[in-house]
């Protein structure tokens, strides 16, 4: 497989895409870490930083940065898919800027701009949701404007814990970093099972008293984990650099994230060359949480993209699409992303992000190495840690709540277009399909 087809990242990240070697026989190791995205790499990262004598071993299916972490759509954000509390949400506030100072310091140029993230109200639902959410905090379509100007706009709530980045010059950056740090790094090499001080993988298994599986949208390929998760697709469109001129007539000056207040999410940012990218749900969800390289990509919604940009920005009438990718993230029965360690075991686990996992990842990366470490730290305090999302529900009865409700959401914001009343619809399902994905 070539990799740098994938996603407009991948082409545009100036590394070789050739795999490292594959693990070829059995290995010690103090840590194992299953996965080389985003999750297992800062893992790997903070605990060669603390204790550099770690043997520390990551086996990745295909290459660094193959998955969500190299496909997403570029929001460091301090977006949780849940509500837990404070606590929680100042650790993810903390999250962007450590992601931030990190990057710096280990010379990983991944384009990090924090330019905040404007969500527009273009509905009077939109609007009624956004103030009952944010109250005096919604913004006029003036001052909106000064951030984005789309058509249609009535409001807007604005946030500046978010940066645009570029995720591939991330994850590539950092397992070059963790490589350097005396992290062994086998690409190619998938793991067929994960048991307390065991990897299993093709050509050998990798021993360990502390295993962690950083697997995110592809854990339910594992044995047992079927249920765990499920993978659920977010495709994303990419038009080609825009002039000055278009950029004045957009906005997003300071490289601001942007969404709106709809059901089903959307997301966007312009890039450093000056690229929108802009992607979102309504992918389908596949039966048995089945992953494949042929659901990258799903013409209906990379057309319903392409459409809905339009009509946000009718200025792009003329401009060129050069890329259109996709890519499965992992979403828990309760939208709760998790972080934890069973220490009777020794097996470790970090996921089920929705969306919202640039900045969740390097948060569990830092609270893996305190509970790996026996570390009692504010970290290991926080609500996450150890949470037990429910199984999902066999099949078929979660192919079609999942299908069934991402169709419910796109007909709750054609509703709000006609009606510009809340939706019913759209509030039942919402636990359903909700979270922000980007």
Not at 152 to 162: E, F, I, Q, S, V
Not at 403 to 413: E, I, S, V
Request: with cysteine.
């Amino acid at each position: 497989m070539t990799y740098r087809h994938l996603s407009l990242w991948h082409e545009t990240t100036p590394t070789d895409w050739t795999p490292r070697a594959s693990l070829d026989g059995d290995a010690d190791a103090d840590v194992a870490i299953v996965g080389a995205g985003y999750t297992g790499l800062w893992t790997a990262y903070y605990l060669a930083e603390a204790d550099p004598s770690l043997r520390i071993v990551v086996v990745e299916a295909e290459v660094a940065g193959f998955g969500a972490s190299g496909r997403n759509g570029g929001w460091c954000s301090a977006l949780f898919p849940t509500a837990l509390g404070e606590g929680q949400d100042a650790a993810m506030r903390a999250s962007v800027d450590e992601v931030q100072r990190v990057s710096a310091a280990e010379g990983i140029d991944c384009h990090f701009v924090k330019g905040g993230t404007i969500v527009l109200a273009r509905s009077r639902a939109q609007l009624a949701r956004a103030r009952a959410e944010y109250g005096d905090a919604v913004l006029s379509p003036e001052q909106a404007a000064q951030h984005l100007r789309a058509t249609r706009t009535l409001g807007a709530t604005y946030t500046p814990d978010c940066a645009a980045i570029h995720p591939g010059r991330l994850v590539r950056g950092l397992a070059e970093v963790v490589v350097r740090r005396g992290v062994v790094l086998h690409e190619r090499t998938p793991a067929l099972s994960i048991t307390p001080g065991l990897v299993r993988t093709p050509r050998g298994s990798v021993r360990a008293p502390y295993v962690v599986r950083a697997t995110e949208g592809f854990t339910p390929r594992l044995p047992g984990l079927a249920r765990a998760v499920v993978p659920v697709y977010s495709l994303i469109v990419a038009t080609e650099p825009l002039s000055p001129g278009v950029w004045d007539e957009i906005g997003l000056a300071r490289r601001e994230t942007f969404s709106d207040h709809r059901h089903l999410i959307v997301y966007g940012q312009r890039t450093a060359d000056d690229r929108l990218v802009f992607g979102g749900r309504g992918a389908p969800y596949h039966l048995r949480s089945r992953v494949s390289p042929a659901f990258d990509h799903e013409p209906r919604v990379f057309a319903g993209l392409h459409a809905t940009l339009l009509d946000l920005f009718p200025v792009l009438q003329r401009t060129r699409f050069t890329h259109a990718w996709g890519g499965p993230l992992g979403i828990p029965r309760d939208w709760c992303a998790s972080v934890g360690l069973d220490r009777g075991t020794g097996l470790a686990w970090a996921g089920g992000y929705v969306g919202d996992g640039v900045s969740t990842t390097n948060l569990a990366g830092r609270t893996l190495r305190d509970l790996i470490l026996d570390r009692r730290t504010d970290l290991t305090a926080l609500p996450w840690v150890g949470h037990r999302s429910p199984r999902w529900e066999p099949e078929p009865l979660r192919w079609l709540g999942i299908n069934a409700g991402l169709r419910a959401m796109t007909l709750a914001d054609a509703e709000e277009r006609l009606t510009g009343r809340p939706s019913l619809v759209g509030r039942v399902m919402a636990p359903l399909v909700g979270g922000h994905s980007a």
